[in-house]
């Protein structure tokens, strides 16, 4: 059983398109997170939800929105993608705050051209 | 200086081999830290959380020097499995705050 499921894995898409990532945990964690792992492998947190709502929003250019329907799924929606955006993205949940252990999913790697 | 410092490596050693790794971060208030693995074009997983006692796993020992502000990940008798790279994860505390360090990358060489 998949813990945290991410779709698609591999996304290549045009400058100026919009695109949507999901993602999914089955844990019951009340915490999903979004990071983004640039081609340096720097893997940096984007957002943090809590229950459905926004704990940490690092900065981010607002054409990136979350969205938490519910608190299994965090969503990640791209509007005008720029080729700096190529990068792979993970989703990953934890039980609470700080002190759990974060689960991550697969990843889904993004390619701009 | 950056939140959390690792270096990037690589690290090659050869199998059976005991290596550690060091992991330096700015926050003094920095509450809790772990080492995470990721195996290449894979997720990071969890290796170990650090307790300010030290703590042991198998092969893995890690530590967590707070006046120094460091912790650190020593592996001993290398396998050819524990090729990967290895990040340092350290949390500010309230919020879930977490920063990763870039990661250092070991290849153990038969």
């Known amino acids: 059983d998949t813990a945290v499921s991410q779709t698609p894995k591999y996304l290549v898409t045009q400058m100026g398109n919009d695109k949507s990532i999901k993602c999914e945990q089955n844990l019951g964690h009340d915490t999903m997170y979004w990071y983004k792992q640039d081609s340096k492998k720097f893997l940096k947190i984007m957002f943090s939800?809590?229950?459905?709502?926004?704990?940490i929003n690092e900065t981010v250019p607002n054409r990136f929105s979350p969205k938490s329907p519910d608190k299994a799924h965090l969503n990640l929606h791209i509007n005008s993608l720029e080729l700096g955006d190529s990068a792979v993205y993970f989703c990953?949940?934890?039980?609470?705050?700080?002190?759990?252990?974060?689960?991550f999913g697969p990843g889904t790697r993004l390619t701009v051209l | 200086r950056k939140e959390v410092e690792q270096d990037p490596g690589p690290f090659n050693v050869p199998e059976g081999a005991t290596v550690a790794f060091n992991c330096t971060y700015s926050n003094s208030a920095s509450q809790s830290f772990f080492w995470y693995r990721q195996d290449c074009r894979k997720e990071p997983k969890l290796l170990m959380s650090v307790y300010s006692s030290g703590n042991e796993d198998g092969r893995f020992t890690a530590q967590l020097n707070r006046a120094s502000q460091y912790i650190s990940l020593l592996i001993r008798d290398s396998k050819l499995s524990d090729s990967a790279t290895y990040l340092c994860?350290?949390?500010?505390?309230?919020?879930?705050?977490?920063?990763f360090g870039i990661g250092t990358k070991l290849q153990v060489i038969p």
């Open positions: 990953a949940s934890s039980h609470g705050q700080g002190e759990d252990t974060q689960y």
């Open positions: 994860v350290v949390d500010s505390g309230g919020y879930q705050k977490v920063t």
């Open positions: 939800y809590n229950n459905k709502e926004l704990i």
